[in-house]
């Protein structure tokens, strides 16, 4: 399976980019390939932080079970967060190291 979180949905040359923080995972099987929105089973939550702020330009990775995405920009500010999505009971989770990381990515 592949999996596609977030990005700038628009054109720039309309100067429309409206940044995204939707995850999407593209089944590959014998059948034809499929697209999924993965919905978190935590965005009912009444926080801001139930789920990442759409952002592009940011770093994904898989390990294990979990899909990890840090830093990018929101199209206004560069961001220095990092997340964690679990691929199998579908909940986000704010990670937050104990010391400083990578420097600002964008």
Request: proline share 6%; no cysteine.
């Amino acid at each position: 399976a592949g999996l596609l979180f977030g990005g700038f949905m628009g054109w720039k040359e309309n100067k429309v980019e409206l940044p995204l923080n939707d995850l999407w995972m593209l089944t590959i099987s014998k059948a034809k390939p499929r697209w999924i929105l993965q919905e978190p089973k935590n965005t009912t939550l009444q926080r801001s932080t139930s789920k990442p702020k759409a952002r592009a330009r940011h770093v994904a990775v898989v390990i294990d079970s979990r899909l990890l995405i840090y830093g990018g920009t929101d199209g206004m500010s560069l961001l220095n967060d990092m997340w964690s999505f679990d691929l199998i009971n579908h909940l986000w989770e704010l990670i937050e190291p104990s010391n400083s990381g990578p420097s600002l990515l964008n």
